[in-house]
């Protein structure tokens, strides 16, 4: 079985752009793959995080991707904290990572204009960490958002140099983007991609969203003047709107399109509202569930680590005893 792995940071409550472009792909790829999906904690800390805040997030992201339907069964489910490999073959893989690679990579550019002065070292090298997360696992998938795409190529790339400094060591990934719900858009600012680190709550859908608060902020959706549902460029809000509708229903923007024919934007708003409310509520239900069962959790967890564990160190102690390192 070819092998999968992905993971999102608990650096903020998780939003239907998440939902919609990872972990509903990650759900319906789980039959065919070995799957390795884990909570990246480490990523989150490359911008400052509340610590008590962290742990319930981190917990919280681990019951999303059980409710969602994600089976302990079929994949490996860890938090990438609990498997020291990360950390390790991230600094390896430092010393074979160019200053310019880094600079080049525009989530960093986004990043770090946001935070301003206090740009951690860590949120540089954080591609770095993403591509050891990648590597240890022999991984040949990685299913995100488009957003993460040049973060994969880079993955590649450190993979190629080091195969080719030392002896073939790690399979080169491929990224995996899915067609629909790849890039859900920002709900006020429709040309940014929707991120649960944005400031403003009305850019987003949370998975955990009560009913009343998903239909509040789509009817407050930035829409256009143009009064016809349409996808294209000129009406990034509808077309926004239109592709969260295609991911959860399955249908083609054309077949939406077609459905709205003379039909106003406040009946289409009400419409996504209630496929988003009728798509989240039973896994809002079953998130609430798991998070009163502790002991379940954590046994997915350590569980999980414990598996990850194993493949994760036999590849970082092929890439120590490669470099030069000696063995204990
Ligand atoms: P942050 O703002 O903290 O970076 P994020 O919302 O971008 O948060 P990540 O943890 O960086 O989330 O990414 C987790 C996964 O979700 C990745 O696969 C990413 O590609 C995907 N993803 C994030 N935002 C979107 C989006 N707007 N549309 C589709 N997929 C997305
Ligand atoms: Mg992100």
């Not at 190629?160 to 920002?186: C, E, Q």
């Not at 009946?267 to 002991?295: H, N, R, T």
Request: aromatic share 8%; proline share 5%.
């Amino acid at each position: 079985k070819k092998v999968i792995l992905s993971g999102i940071q608990p650096s903020g409550d998780l939003t239907i752009g998440n939902y919609l472009g990872a972990i509903k792909n990650w759900v319906s790829l789980q039959d065919d793959y070995d799957s390795y999906y884990c909570v990246v904690d480490l990523h989150a800390l490359t911008v400052r995080q509340n610590p008590a805040e962290l742990r319930a997030r981190t917990l919280k992201n681990i019951a999303i991707y059980l409710a969602s339907g994600l089976d302990p069964a079929k994949n490996t489910i860890f938090i990438q904290s609990h498997v020291p490999a990360h950390s390790e073959a991230a600094w390896l893989l430092n010393c074979f990572c160019y200053m310019g690679e880094l600079s080049r990579m525009t989530q960093f550019k986004d990043k770090s204009q946001k935070v301003g002065e206090s740009v951690s070292a860590g949120l540089f090298t954080y591609p770095v960490l993403m591509a050891a997360d990648i590597l240890l696992y022999n991984t040949d998938l990685v299913p995100v958002g488009s957003d993460q795409k040049q973060h994969i190529e880079l993955a590649r790339d450190l993979a190629i140099r080091f195969n080719n400094l030392y002896s073939p060591t790690f399979k080169v990934p491929d990224a995996y983007i899915g067609n629909v719900g790849a890039r859900i858009m920002d709900l006020q600012e429709p040309q940014k991609k929707m991120s649960k680190s944005s400031e403003n709550p009305n850019s987003y859908i949370l998975i955990m969203d009560p009913p009343d608060v998903i239909r509040k902020k789509i009817s407050r959706a930035v829409t256009d003047d143009i009064g016809v549902v349409r996808f294209s460029e000129e009406q990034p809000g509808i077309s926004n709107l239109i592709s969260i509708l295609g991911a959860i229903t399955g249908e083609k923007p054309q077949e939406i399109e077609k459905k709205y024919e003379g039909i106003g934007y406040a009946q289409f708003k009400s419409d996504v509202a209630e496929a988003i409310v009728e798509e989240l509520s039973p896994v809002q239900e079953k998130v609430k569930q798991l998070l009163e069962d502790k002991p379940y959790m954590e046994s997915v967890y350590k569980n999980g680590a414990e598996k990850a564990s194993y493949v994760a160190n036999k590849t970082l102690r092929k890439m120590q005893k490669k470099l030069g390192l000696i063995p204990r």
